[in-house]
């Protein structure tokens, strides 16, 4: 851990769409204790929606890093913001409310969104439908992954992101610059299509150092909620999950060797990747993204392949 964010946080009963401004001054908000239910914090028999606020600093020496934040479980439902920016959510809020009171609300931090240089601020909206309420459990704050896989190549940042469905989308040549703007990794919710289920596509272009010319590589894609297909100039390269979502491809890290004929070094390369998302979150929600040597790849995929099952999870890391 990084940053303890266990401790006391700014808090206030109530609802307003300004509290997750990260100008906003909430230094007559009320404290309260987190993780614990705000029953047992002075606010006995609340129901209904309430905000919290943290404040905290980030060091630049984590700019390259891998880091993410954890807010705990949050009874029953949360939006999450940093510095002002929908970032995550768990649970859906009223009137198709859907309890997450179990599920942890954690994101990869999108460093473009981060103040390396002065304040932070978490801003969390909860809705709690009955008994106890609150960020409640878990270990709130600061996190690298231990072992992460780093790309040599990242395609992270910016892509271009357009719901919906059309074969010509794969082409390296479709004209995509009127498509919506996009920090991947993260939920397509966060950024524009809350509560869209179906399909949806991402794209970006990039470019391979040419030391990097006559190598076949892999391709990380990350985790995908909740099926995928890949292509990389035009031509399929992999795919997760068919038609029907089994429940468990969210998990799995996209991982699809390319071959060093369908990678231009020093020139565009057009990456697409269609989505389908059955259920709450989707998209490409979470890294590692990019390029990397195969054996790089495979020392590392063999490290962390989990007692014969290949899929391991991701999840356990953060325990």
């Known amino acids: 851990m990084v940053t303890d964010f266990r401790g006391d946080w700014k808090f206030k009963l109530g609802d307003n769409a300004r509290w997750a401004d990260v100008n906003y001054d ?31 600093r980030m060091s630049s020496d984590l700019r390259d890093k891998a880091v993410y934040i954890r807010i705990g479980c949050v009874d029953d439902v ?25 599920v942890e609300a954690k994101f990869q931090v999108p460093m473009e969104y981060v103040n390396f240089s002065g304040d932070n601020v978490i801003a969390v909206r909860v809705y709690d ?57 993260a939920d397509w919710e966060t950024q524009g299509h809350k509560d869209y289920d179906g399909v949806g596509w991402y794209r970006i272009h990039f470019t391979v150092p040419e030391s990097y ?53 020093g020139e565009d390369n057009v990456l697409a990747v269609r ?20 054996d790089r790849f495979r020392k590392w995929e063999r490290k962390h392949q989990d007692r014969n099952n290949d899929d391991w999870n991701f999840f356990e890391l953060f325990k």
């Open 26 to 56: 909430d230094s007559k908000w009320d404290e309260i204790f987190v993780p614990a239910n705000w029953e047992d914090e002075g606010y006995p028999g609340y129901d209904g929606y309430a905000w919290y606020r943290k404040h905290f």
């Open 78 to 102: 949360s939006e999450v913001y940093l510095n002002g920016h929908f970032i995550c959510f768990t649970g859906t809020f009223p009137p198709h409310f859907i309890t997450a009171y179990n």
């Open 129 to 185: 439908d009955q008994q106890v309420g609150g960020i409640n459990q878990g270990k709130p704050g600061v996190f690298i992954l231990e072992d992460y896989l780093y790309p040599d190549v990242p395609i992270t940042g910016t892509w271009r992101l357009e719901v919906g469905d059309d074969d010509d989308w794969a082409k390296p040549s479709f004209n995509d610059s009127k498509w919506k703007q996009v920090l991947v990794p």
């Open 213 to 265: 010319r006559g190598q076949d590589l892999v391709l990380l894609v990350g985790r995908i909620d909740d099926v995928d297909e890949t292509y990389l100039n035009g031509e399929r390269v992999g795919r997760t999950g068919g038609r029907h979502v089994h429940g468990g491809e969210y998990q799995k890290l996209r991982a699809y060797t390319v071959s060093s004929e369908n990678i231009k070094c």
């Open 275 to 294: 989505v389908y998302d059955n259920y709450l979150n989707g998209g490409i929600y979470d890294g590692p993204i990019g390029l990397i040597a195969r």
